[in-house]
């Protein structure tokens, strides 16, 4: 009797749970159709969309042109973490943490120690798209293994240390019919299959820095004798792209956005034997965000991939890029918000 009573308790309260769900969603897909065409996005900003994800930063340097070695990979030992977290309207926040049972999905200790600092901050909004980060790394290792050693083992850089700050937005044209949301944060749902063209500027200023010289003696010892042990850059200008989600039977979607930025700024390089060399000139840059998954209304999943490269140097013999990239993987499921969320955060807009 007592079960019976708990599992029709439990039906009413799921029941009315879907009606509030169902209510909103009524209400919102009607104001909503004032500004995006909802054949194509359908809006859960109404409700709290939730998710845990596992996710992992990482901002590695990439020289190029170096002798011997054409392209010499300077890889951080970063960690994955599990996260959680909460959109609901124009609000979103993430909490994650590097528990020590995801110690089999890490780099050993092989790859030295990584400290670090990386804010990534990615704002969705409707007509606007706008990226700040702030990343701080010390601490890397030579990629591929033996690069740079002498007895086949990682080659390590516990002083070698990357600055990077940016910012940029763009304008996302086709607004009314393509969704980043949908796939970036999932408080929305793109139905149909759409693409738009992106406008917009970008700044960045950073530094690489050793106490020794960067370029290995075992890759080139002419070049290690220079001692360079600084690239530094600062550059702004306009970007231009394109991004498309292609829809398959409304759930599934892959989305990909690729945009370049024709920079003008300048590039330094700090050596022992040559000072100071500055190169004030064109720099150009790109911007990949990529995601893969499944929309639907109250479940959703994704694995989201983006990745800034931040080129610098370009007219000196040796070319640095900052690559800052992130990859996350999503569970999401929406569900009504509270009367005490809606009474505080009830008068946020989603833009």
């Not at 992106?198 to 020794?212: F, H, I, R």
């Not at 690239?231 to 409304?250: C, D, E, N």
């Amino acid at each position: 009797m007592f079960a019976s009573c708990a599992y029709a308790q439990k039906e009413i309260t799921s029941e009315k749970e879907q009606n509030d769900f169902d209510k909103e969603q009524a209400k919102e897909l009607a104001d909503f159709s004032d500004e995006a065409d909802t054949n194509y996005i359908y809006p859960f900003h109404l409700q709290i969309t939730g998710r845990v994800y596992l996710a992992k930063k990482w901002t590695g340097i990439d020289l190029y042109n170096v002798p011997n070695a054409d392209r010499l990979h300077y890889r951080p030992n970063s960690s994955y973490n599990i996260g959680v977290g909460v959109t609901y309207k124009g609000i979103t926040v993430n909490l994650a943490y590097g528990f020590g049972f995801l110690g089999f999905l890490n780099p050993s200790r092989e790859l030295g120690v990584t400290t670090y600092l990386d804010l990534q901050t990615h704002m969705y909004g409707r007509k606007w798209v706008v990226d700040v980060m702030a990343q701080l790394y010390k601490g890397f290792y030579a990629s591929p293994k033996g690069t740079g050693s002498t007895d086949g083992s990682y080659y390590l850089r516990s002083d070698l240390n990357v600055n990077e700050f940016g910012a940029s937005v763009q304008y996302v044209f086709n607004n009314k019919r393509f969704s980043y949301r949908a796939a970036f944060l999932q408080n929305e749902w793109q139905k149909k299959s759409a693409g738009t063209f992106l406008l917009g500027a970008e700044a960045y200023y950073g530094t690489v820095n050793g106490d020794s010289s960067i370029i290995p003696i075992h890759v080139d010892e002419a070049t290690a004798d220079r001692n360079i042990k600084q690239f530094r850059h600062y550059k702004i200008g306009p970007s231009v792209g394109y991004a498309y989600t292609l829809v398959i039977k409304k759930h599934f979607f892959a989305t990909a956005s690729l945009s370049g930025n024709v920079a003008m700024g300048n590039s330094t390089t700090v050596s022992d034997a040559d000072g100071e060399e500055n190169n004030f000139s064109v720099i150009p840059s790109g911007f990949l965000r990529a995601s893969l998954g499944y929309n639907s209304e109250r479940w959703a999943g994704s694995v989201i991939y983006t990745s800034n490269n931040i080129s610098a140097n370009p007219g000196s013999a040796i070319r640095s890029v900052v690559n800052a990239s992130n990859i996350r993987i999503n569970l999401v499921y929406r569900f009504a918000a509270p009367k005490g969320v809606k009474k505080v955060v009830g008068k946020v807009k989603p833009d």
